[in-house]
């Protein structure tokens, strides 16, 4: 009926973690590919472009004063030092995007996620991948082709202290098969995305439709 209220949605920070060589990566790519309504987090960093990086799409490059007065002034969502430079999520573009009913997703590791949610618990749905076995972790990492034997062992090293944060997390997806997992992640978006806190006006609407004040 013309007029009733109209029920808006706020957006989700939607958060995926896992050990290197578990898919998260190919995951994040299937979800953007397939939802129009889901956005990747920029990040921000204080290291140089490299070549055919653009601002605002591949980074937000910032100096090491800049990135540090956001910080400081609560402009940042997380944010870590990775060998010498700073890494971060800028604030602002986030809540613009989740007040404009839009997803953004997040790649990154538990360090970050435990950021988050220090910070924006209420907007934050965090899915932690793991892999079916120890075995097939390492073989994927092996068939990459990437990696000598030495990397290899410090990248398995570095699999189970991610790993030992799974439980931190709000669910957990074993990825055996890539298109159940897709399929898994995109069902816990959906879901998510109907809780009653997020649709906006839905008091309203009920409130309409039953005459009441």
């Known amino acids: 009926?013309?007029?009733?209220?109209?029920?808006?949605?706020?957006?989700?920070?939607?958060?995926?973690?896992?050990?290197?060589?578990?898919?998260?990566?190919?995951?994040?790519?299937?979800l953007l590919a397939q939802d129009d309504a889901l956005?990747?987090?920029?990040?921000?960093?204080?290291?140089?472009?490299r070549p055919g990086e653009q601002e605002g799409v591949d980074y937000f490059f910032k100096?090491?004063?800049?990135?540090?007065?956001?910080?400081?002034?609560?402009?940042?969502?997380?944010?870590?030092r990775v060998f010498g430079n700073l890494y971060g999520t800028p604030r602002a573009p986030v809540e613009?995007?989740?007040?404009?009913?839009?997803?953004?997703?997040?790649?990154?590791d538990w360090q970050g996620t435990q950021q988050l949610a220090e910070r924006a618990r209420e907007d934050l749905v965090s899915?932690?991948?793991?892999?079916p076995s120890v075995a097939d972790l390492e073989q994927r990492l092996r068939d990459r082709?990437?990696?000598?034997?030495?990397?290899?062992?410090?990248r398995m090293n570095e699999a189970f202290q991610e790993m030992s944060h799974w439980a931190e997390y709000d669910y957990a997806v074993?990825?055996?098969?890539?298109e159940e997992s897709v399929?898994?992640?995109?069902?816990?978006?959906?879901?998510?995305?109907?809780?009653?806190?997020?649709?906006?006006?839905?008091?309203?609407?009920?409130?309409?439709?039953?005459?009441?004040?």
């Open 1 to 30: 009926m013309a007029g009733d209220p109209e029920i808006h949605r706020r957006g989700v920070m939607f958060v995926l973690s896992s050990p290197s060589g578990a898919g998260k990566t190919t995951i994040c790519k299937r």
């Open 39 to 49: 956005t990747l987090s920029v990040s921000a960093t204080t290291r140089a472009p």
């Open 63 to 80: 100096t090491e004063d800049e990135f540090l007065d956001l910080e400081r002034n609560g402009g940042m969502l997380e944010h870590a």
């Open 96 to 108: 613009e995007a989740l007040q404009g009913g839009h997803d953004v997703l997040f790649d990154i």
């Open 127 to 131: 899915v932690f991948i793991l892999p």
């Open 145 to 154: 082709g990437q990696d000598d034997a030495e990397t290899i062992k410090k």
């Open 174 to 178: 074993v990825n055996r098969d890539l």
């Open 183 to 213: 399929g898994a992640v995109s069902a816990i978006l959906r879901a998510e995305r109907l809780r009653r806190p997020r649709q906006t006006g839905l008091a309203e609407f009920v409130n309409a439709m039953r005459g009441a004040d």
